[in-house]
Structures are given as C-alpha cells and as structure tokens.
C-alpha cells in the first residue's frame, strides 16, 4: 500500500455542527431525499448546512452505475426512478428557503435518456413550486446522447454543469466507463442548442497531474463553450480510492485562478476546498449582474481561498 500523505494544516476542516445542520438533516430525511455532499464526503457540508442552510441534492437514487476511482458515493444496480421524486425536491427547497438550487445526480446508464427526463423534471417542479429561486444542474455525461442533452437545455435551467473531473492522460485511470472527450462534447452540444445558458466544469488536483496538463484542460473546457469552471483539490474519501499524490497550495491555486481567466472564463473558483457547487449562487449572482451590465463579474471580489468562511459571511445568497 502507498503511502498516505499528511494532509496540510490548510485542509483542516472545524466541524462547526450547529442547529441548521440537524434542521437540514432532519428535513431531508423526512422527505427521503439524498445529498451529494453526504453520499460523496464533501469537506464542505458543515459550512453549507450550518452557515448557508442550503444542500445540493443528488437524484435517482443513492446507487450509481459507474465505479469512478475517486468518488465514495456506492456503485450498484440502483432502483427503479421515484416519479415523486421532483416534486418532494421542490417542497424542501422551499421549505429550507433555498435561493438557488443545485441538482445533481448518480450515473444511471440502465435508463434509456441516461435520467436527464428526471433532471429536468427536478429543475422545473422546483422553479414552478418556488418562483425566482434560480436552478443549476450537475449532470453525468448523459452517455453522449444529444438528445438527452437537448432536454436538459431545454428545461432552461440557469446553470447547466458537467465536471470534466480531470486531466485527458488520467482520464482512463480515474473515471469509470467516462472519456474525456465525451465530457468536452457536452458541452460543446450544450452551447450549440444554446449561446446564452451558463455552462460549468471542474477539475479535481493532487492525482498527478502536472501544471501545463491543467492548463490545457482548462483550454479545452473553454474552446468547447465552458463558462465558469471550479478547481479543487483531490481528497481521498476511504482507503480503498486513490491516494492523493500531490496537495496543491493555496497560493498556487490562487495562480491558476489568474490563468484561466485569461483563457476567458467569465468566473474561476479555485482553491483547496472548492467543489463543484461551492458558492454556486455567489457566482451566478455576480455573472447575471455582469450580464446586465452591473461590471465585470469580478468587481469587488476577494481573492478566493477556497477555505470555509467566516460564520454568517454570505449567508442568504444560496
């Protein structure tokens, strides 16, 4: 067995359990309903349940059909699709006072559509159910399908997202039954049936990749129509993932901010802790106000870190 490498002191996460986190707990498990940031051991779920109040909600089940290297959520024969399932998602969002909701979903290649009918399904009981909360969707890659693509631009969410995950060399090694290509071509689909919708990726680091196969991603993921993308550090969810080969610092995470919005990406988040939903309504706040005109999306921001912040920081804007 490989060595494990001591984890920085800037990846030492407080567990700042507060009643918020128990209120959302409490409310999901009353609605059966599953989070990706419990099933896949996101550092962050302290600081979104008790500081933000808010989830992202992870549909079709708690079993996925793909066995990813780097991911704990658990591979399976999942069950069949709970046709209740958008409307008991839009009832939580409304009741946890969710301002911007972020769906995701576990891979279900048994499903013809690849589940996007449900994704889209989900995004439109909630805006129906909840008017102005905005709506942002993590997809798979929908097996390539097109149309399965088009029913999810279609539902018009305001952020449609699929992580790339990783460099194209590690791609093989990492990603179960996924291609690097397939990923790109996403969403370059979703910006051929679309030129206005937010398009989003993210790059994971520490798996050993190196610095100029980051940046040629990062140029792939804009070439193919990405306009925001997230960069976080790997973390090794039990001992039977991958080992973090390398842990990234914040400064040169902070560096690979300015690159790639030289590329031209309307928003980067990068930082150790970043994951794909982390300060997702943050982002798309300032980008609508870019959009209509209120200045660059990066007027008056502070240097992100990617680190939890303060109590009470930005609460309310998720």
């Not at 959302?24 to 302290?46: F, I, M």
């Not at 909600?57 to 793909?66: A, D, K, V």
């Not at 590329?263 to 997702?280: I, K, N, Q, T, W």
């Amino acid at each position: 067995m490989p060595d494990i490498l001591r984890k920085p002191e800037w990846l030492r996460i407080k567990l700042d359990t507060t009643k918020d986190t128990a209120a959302v707990r409490r409310d999901l498990r009353e609605n059966g309903l599953n989070t990706v940031c419990e099933e896949a051991k996101c550092p962050n779920l302290h600081e979104c349940w008790s500081h933000y109040r808010t989830a992202t909600f992870m549909i079709l089940g708690n079993t996925c059909t793909r066995s990813c290297k780097f991911c704990a959520v658990k591979t399976g024969i999942p069950d069949a699709p709970d046709e209740s399932e958008p409307e008991r998602v839009a009832l939580s969002i409304g009741k946890l006072g969710i301002r911007h909701a972020v769906i995701t979903m576990v891979d279900r290649d048994d499903l013809d559509d690849g589940g996007a009918g449900m994704l889209a399904a989900t995004g439109l009981a909630v805006k129906a159910a909840n008017p102005g909360v905005t709506v942002e969707y993590l997809s798979s890659d929908m097996k390539g399908l097109e149309s399965s693509i088009a029913v999810l631009v279609e539902s018009a969410p305001e952020i449609l997202g699929h992580n790339v995950e990783t460099i194209r060399r590690l791609n093989p090694v990492i990603r179960s039954r996924s291609d690097y290509d397939r990923s790109l071509n996403f969403l370059r689909t979703a910006r051929e049936m679309s030129e206005t919708m937010l398009l989003k990726s993210s790059i994971m680091l520490g798996l050993g990749e190196e610095k100029s196969e980051i940046l040629e991603t990062l140029a792939d993921l804009r070439e193919a129509g990405c306009n925001l993308v997230n960069i976080g550090q790997y973390l090794q969810p039990t001992r039977k993932h991958l080992p973090v080969k390398r842990y990234w610092t914040p400064d040169e995470f902070k560096e690979l901010r300015k690159e790639a919005m030289a590329l031209g990406f309307d928003y980067v988040e990068s930082g150790p802790l970043v994951r794909s939903s982390y300060h997702a309504g943050v982002h798309l706040k300032k980008l609508l106000e870019k959009r209509q005109g209120g200045g660059s999306a990066d007027a008056g921001k502070k240097e992100s870190t990617g680190i939890p912040a303060p109590e009470n920081s930005e609460r309310g804007s998720l």
